[in-house]
């Protein structure tokens, strides 16, 4: 036999995408401890806990709005079955946890869709869940998104927008294109 016959069948892993989004993301900076970009193995047996207390949680949201420990996903493996799924529990006593249209307080979990969005405070995550074959660990990569997830959740712009087309004195791009915001908002 050649080395080649020898080797072990690769295993396929399954990967959780997940695309954050926040309105003040550029200001406050709260994803600034989050790799993005880069997959990132996580044990099969571990715990992934997204909060502000880098202590406990290997997903950090840099913003005291954020409990120490926001929710957690639990990767898992279907009785009976070959089906590996994530489960998401909310573990902050104050902010309920929404995925998709479902609401979920403190302690509460629900499996994860192979495809939802998650939204706790002014939070929105797009969790997609690519489908892999190893029992040892999974992975995440993380995105960044420069516009929101929930689009219709967004007010039209409250900015005039000149009949030339082009900013005036009062009204400086600085080089950014407009940013919608809620006026009940503190950024």
Known sequence: MTSFEEAETEETVTCLHMTFYHPCQEDKMMFRCLNFCKREQVRADEMAKFGRDSNVCRYNLMDTR????????????????????????????????????????????ID???????????????????????????????????????????????????????????FPSQGKSPTETDENESC
């Open 112 to 170: 994860l869709p192979w495809k939802c969005i998650i939204c706790f405070g002014d939070y929105q995550i797009l969790a997609e869940v690519q489908e892999g074959e190893s029992m040892d660990y999974f992975e995440t990569y993380l995105h960044l998104a420069e516009v929101p997830i929930l689009q219709e959740r967004c007010l039209p712009s409250l900015q005039p927008i000149p009949e030339n087309g082009i900013s005036s004195s009062l």
């Open 66 to 109: 954020v409990s120490r420990i926001q929710f957690s996903l639990q990767f898992y493996r279907k009785l009976n079955s070959s089906e590996f799924c994530f489960e998401i529990k909310n573990m902050s006593k104050k902010t309920k946890l929404i995925v998709d249209q479902t609401e979920l307080g403190y302690l509460n979990k």
